[in-house]
C-alpha cells in the first residue's frame, strides 16, 4: 500500500459528460501529480500541484483542470468527454521538495471509460 | 526538455535467467536521478530501484542492478534469476534534482518471464 488513495477506481460515463477523480495524497506529502495512461501507453503528464499551487503542466487538454485544496487532496476534472479521453488516470504524490528525492508514490489509478 | 526513450517494447525471458532492459535519456542537467517503475497486471506502479546521477556506483536491489552510463546517458536494468512475478511492464523514468521537477517516464518495457 502507498498510502496514496483514489477514487473512484472504475468508472463509465458517456461522451460530453464531465467527471470528478480524486486523489488523497500520502500523509506528508505536499507534491501531488497527475499522469494519464492510455491503452498500452507510457504514462503522460498532466500536471502537479505543490502545497496548493500549480508547479508543472504538462499536455493538458484545456478541457481537464485540477486544484489542490488547503488539506491537500486533489482533484482532477474532465469534462466535454470523448472516446479518446478513456484511459488509466494515475496521481502520486512525493515527499515536501526540499527534500525530493525524486520518488513518486502512485495510487492504484482511476479507470475512466467513455462510451 | 527531458526525454526518456525505451527502444524494446516487448520482451520475454526464461524463468530463472537474466535480462537487461534499456533506457536512454536525453538531458542538459548535471544532477537528476533515473528511476525504473514496475506495473504488474494489478496496474499498481512500484518503484523497483533509483539511481543518483552524482553517485558512480551503480545501484542494486536484490536481484535487480542498472548499468548507468552518463556519458552516454544509458541506464539499463538488469534482472537477474527473472521470476513469475517479474512479468511486468516495467518504466524509465527521469527527473532533476530539486524541488518542482516533474518525473518523466519512457513508454515501457512489456517483459513476459516464461515458466
Redesign the interface.
Known amino acids: 500500500d502507498?498510502g496514496v488513495t483514489q477514487t473512484p477506481k472504475h468508472l463509465i460515463t458517456a461522451t460530453g459528460q464531465r467527471v470528478t477523480l480524486r486523489c488523497s495524497p500520502r500523509s506528508g506529502d505536499l507534491s501531488v501529480?497527475w499522469?494519464q495512461q492510455s491503452l498500452d501507453?507510457?504514462?503522460q503528464?498532466l500536471i502537479?500541484y505543490?502545497n496548493g499551487e500549480e508547479?508543472?503542466k504538462?499536455n493538458i487538454l484545456e478541457r481537464f483542470s485540477a486544484q489542490q485544496f488547503p488539506d491537500l487532496h486533489s482533484e482532477l476534472n474532465l469534462s466535454s468527454l470523448e472516446l479518446g479521453d478513456s484511459a488509466?488516470y494515475?496521481c502520486?504524490s512525493s515527499v515536501d521538495?526540499?527534500a525530493?528525492?525524486?520518488?513518486?508514490f502512485?495510487g492504484?489509478?482511476s479507470r475512466l471509460t467513455v462510451l | 526538455a527531458q526525454t526518456v526513450t525505451q527502444s524494446q517494447p516487448e520482451m520475454s525471458v526464461q524463468e530463472a535467467e537474466t535480462v537487461t532492459l534499456s533506457c536512454t535519456y536525453d538531458t542538459s542537467e548535471s544532477n537528476y536521478y533515473l528511476f525504473w517503475y514496475k506495473q504488474p497486471p494489478s496496474r499498481q506502479m512500484i518503484l523497483v530501484i533509483r539511481q543518483e546521477a552524482y553517485k558512480q556506483q551503480n545501484a542494486t536491489e536484490n536481484r535487480f542492478s542498472v548499468n548507468f552510463q552518463k556519458a552516454a546517458k544509458s541506464f539499463s536494468l538488469k534482472i537477474s534469476d527473472s521470476q513469475l512475478g517479474d512479468t511486468a511492464m516495467y518504466f524509465c523514468a527521469f527527473t532533476v534534482a530539486g524541488g518542482y521537477q516533474k518525473v518523466t517516464f519512457g513508454t515501457g518495457t512489456k517483459l513476459q518471464v516464461i515458466p
Not at chain 1, 100 to 104: A, D, S, V
Open positions: 502507498s501529480y499522469y501507453q507510457g504514462l503528464f502537479q505543490y508547479r508543472a504538462g488509466l494515475f502520486a521538495q526540499l525530493n528525492t525524486g520518488e513518486l502512485f492504484e489509478g
